[in-house]
């Protein structure tokens, strides 16, 4: 009988032992870095770290100090353009990518070798088998292979299971749409917001995708892979299964995966990441269901020693139990749910773009949507949400909407919120990262700088 696991061994392996082999490789990667990055290793004798021997418990992690995306930015001004926290000369590097640079800030820049993609490979092997992924599929990868580093390593993962990779880099939506028909995939990987773009797409040219071969689309690249309206909708459109994972270009392209028994959240890779959850004012370890800021150490970097690195997202961890898959991994229950930063405050209410994306999703008439922090009178912070409907009658549309302002209005305290419906197709539409929340409030008595989120 086949196994479930790509790594049956350490998938399954009980936590004491786990935490043995984390404490290990710990010290390892401390001892390396010590050895060969100088400018991390002179920022752990800062904080009086100078052997991996003071290293006993599994707690010890703590006595590390944080790296964060400034600092590491720092090093990337001095010395550019890779920085100065690389553990290897340039020449020994066959890689080179960096991050999506959403938030409209200077993107890193890393630096990968030959063992980076190795283990990388094998990290995409773990969700893609995890997920039902066998040699059998065919495999389509709605991705633009550019510098951000995205499905690259699912596209290497997928050849490694011997599966057929169906490559769909530098092709319109429509040209998308059709190769996956006329290759008759089995699985999709894509963004969720591009999952529902394509769906809409087939749509407009009479293809129905759920009839089809699709079997499973796999996610990456946004929190709402792991939004259950979100999801459910990409599931009844595609008539497939979803999974979602998660990664980050620093750490290793992939951290966590959801398994085909679908936990509502990932399983965090723990036999190559050392994952924390800190409250991100104090830098304290929060305990099982409580959200936090991960924090992640990883194992498997040939170049760029990462220990203790601050990745501002919110997460809450879960025992791995709670999945039934016998997967020895924790989980991180509704997968990213958002970044430290995604908080805004309108009149004295939080608002998070993850909420208001679940109760919009659970309008399946609505395409697309964008929220809009402005002020009116020069003085009062507005809330709405612009939508883009497509179908639905207009006493229809009308009833849609009303309920939506209801919905969110319970949702946030009674906060009033704008709803109001646009053309079609007036909003952007997303490859990658989808940047739906605009902020133009104006700041401190002058205008704002317009952030895009
Ligand atoms: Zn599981």
Not at 216 to 237: D, F, H, M, Q, Y
Request: hydrophobic letters at 40%; charged letters at 25%; aromatic letters at 8%.
């Amino acid at each position: 009988m086949q196994t479930p696991y790509w790594n049956p061994r350490m998938e399954t392996l009980p936590r004491d032992q786990l935490e043995a082999l984390q404490l290990t490789k710990l010290r390892d990667l401390v001892d390396w870095t010590l050895a060969s990055a100088p400018w991390q290793a002179a920022r752990l004798r800062d904080a009086g770290i100078t052997s991996s021997a003071v290293l006993r418990t599994h707690d010890d992690l703590r006595r590390l100090p944080f790296l964060t995306r400034d600092d590491w930015m720092e090093s990337q001004i001095e010395d550019p353009p890779f920085g100065a926290v690389l553990a290897q000369p340039v020449e020994a590097a066959i890689r080179f990518h960096t991050t999506s640079g959403t938030s409209g800030r200077q993107p890193l820049a890393v630096l990968d070798g030959p063992k980076d993609w190795e283990w990388i490979t094998e990290m995409w092997c773990y969700a893609l088998w995890g997920f039902g992924v066998r040699r059998v599929d065919r495999i389509f990868f709605a991705f633009s292979y550019g510098s951000f580093v995205g499905f690259w390593g699912a596209h290497y993962a997928a050849e490694k299971i011997g599966a057929l990779v169906l490559s769909g880099g530098n092709m319109t939506t429509e040209a998308r749409v059709r190769m996956i028909v006329d290759t008759e995939a089995t699985v999709v990987c894509s963004t969720p917001t591009y999952a529902l773009r394509m769906a809409q797409e087939a749509q407009a040219l009479g293809i129905d995708l759920a009839a089809g071969p699709v079997q499973r689309v796999l996610l990456s690249g946004e929190p709402a892979g792991s939004i259950p309206a979100t999801k459910a909708l990409i599931e009844e459109r595609w008539g497939a299964k979803t999974a979602d994972t998660a990664g980050m270009t620093e750490v290793g392209t992939i951290v966590m995966f959801e398994c085909d028994h679908q936990p509502g959240g990932a399983h965090v890779i723990e036999d190559h990441y050392l994952e924390e959850v800190i409250d991100p004012e104090s830098g304290e370890p929060v305990g099982y269901d409580e959200e936090g800021e991960r924090v992640v150490t990883s194992f498997g970097r040939g170049f760029i020693p990462v220990i203790r690195y601050r990745t501002r997202d919110l997460v809450r961890r879960i025992p791995a139990e709670r999945c039934d898959c016998g997967r020895t991994f924790d989980i991180y229950e509704g997968g990213i749910r958002g970044r430290v930063d995604d908080m805004k405050v309108v009149r004295g209410t939080n608002i998070y773009p993850r909420a208001i994306e679940e109760i919009v999703r659970h309008h399946a008439a609505i395409e697309e949507f964008q929220v809009r922090l402005y002020t009116a009178d020069g003085i009062r912070d507005e809330i709405e949400v612009l939508v883009e409907c497509d179908g639905p009658a207009e006493s229809e549309v009308e009833s849609i909407l009303a309920g939506l302002r209801s919905e969110l209005a319970t949702a946030h305290e009674g906060l009033r919120i704008g709803v109001r419906q646009v053309e079609h197709e007036s909003l952007p539409r997303f490859e990658l990262k989808a940047k739906r929340l605009i902020d133009e409030r104006d700041v401190w008595g002058g205008k704002g700088e317009k952030k895009v989120m």
